[in-house]
T-cell receptor
Framework: DGGITQSPKYLFRKEGQNVTLSCEQN?????MYWYRQDPGQGLRLIYY???????QKGDIAEGYSVSREKKESFPLTVTSAQKNPTAFYLC???????????FGPGTRLTVT | GEDVEQSLFLSVREGDSSVINCTYT??????LYWYKQEPGAGLQLLTY?????DMKQDQRLTVLLNKKDKHLSLRIADTQTGDSAIYFC??????????FGKGTMLLVSP
């Protein structure tokens, strides 16, 4: 079954801790993306990667970091510098930037 | 800058048609997309239209594009309760990333 997986579905952390969200795809897509969704808001782009070992900041990259060591994987780290980390995080991929994006099921992060 | 606007809420009765509207600002947009999000889930790609098209039909879904007015609409025929969800419009332009609207919540009552 081809698709995008995100784990875990729910994640709870204490303030001041870094946390890493997983995103894996087996669609052989070159491009991958991370979005943040807050209640009543659209999706806001955090980071994206067009190819392995390369990534670009999106609109709200501050307080986040990513890596792209493998084509299949694009983990997102929410650092303690992110002031309001509680949100729903969505990962997506596409054959290349400019193609339609396919989304994972999301991870809901709660920081207290 | 780029911006995508949608009305926030639409309520229809089962069996009626639903029309969800979207306006965008970037005239260089190449593709426009409609996504569906059910509660607690990721986004599901419903359909898309290339900017040189006026209309695209896919089963119960009809997309209309008015490029002059930068207006996009999604019509769902014979709306069912299972169509209740949030619908997002998105445009592809600029640096080849998507810009999303805030979503329209569609509520279908029996």
């Amino acid at each position: 079954d081809g698709g995008i997986t995100q784990s875990p579905k729910y994640l709870f952390r204490k303030e001041g801790q870094n946390v890493t969200l997983s995103c894996e795809q087996n669609l052989n897509h070159d491009a991958m993306y991370w979005y943040r969704q807050d209640p009543g808001q659209g999706l806001r782009l955090i980071y994206y990667s067009q190819i392995v070992n390369d990534f670009q900041k999106g609109d709200i990259a501050e307080g986040y970091s990513v890596s792209r060591e493998k084509k299949e994987s694009f983990p997102l780290t929410v650092t303690s510098a992110q002031k309001n980390p509680t949100a729903f995080y969505l990962c997506a991929s596409s054959t290349n930037t400019g193609g339609e994006q396919y989304f994972g099921p999301g991870t809901r992060l709660t920081v207290t | 800058g780029e911006d995508v606007e949608q009305s926030l809420f639409l309520s229809v009765r089962e069996g009626d048609s639903s029309v969800i509207n979207c306006t965008y600002t970037d005239s260089s947009s190449t593709y426009l997309y409609w996504y569906k999000q059910e509660p607690g889930a990721g986004l599901q790609l419903l359909t898309y239209i290339f900017s040189n098209m006026d209309m695209k039909q896919d089963q119960r879904l009809t997309v209309l594009l008015n490029k002059k007015d930068k207006h996009l609409s999604l019509r769902i025929a014979d709306t069912q309760t299972g169509d209740s969800a949030i619908y997002f419009c998105a445009e592809l332009s600029g640096y080849s990333t998507l810009t999303f609207g805030k979503g329209t919540m569609l509520l279908v009552s029996p």
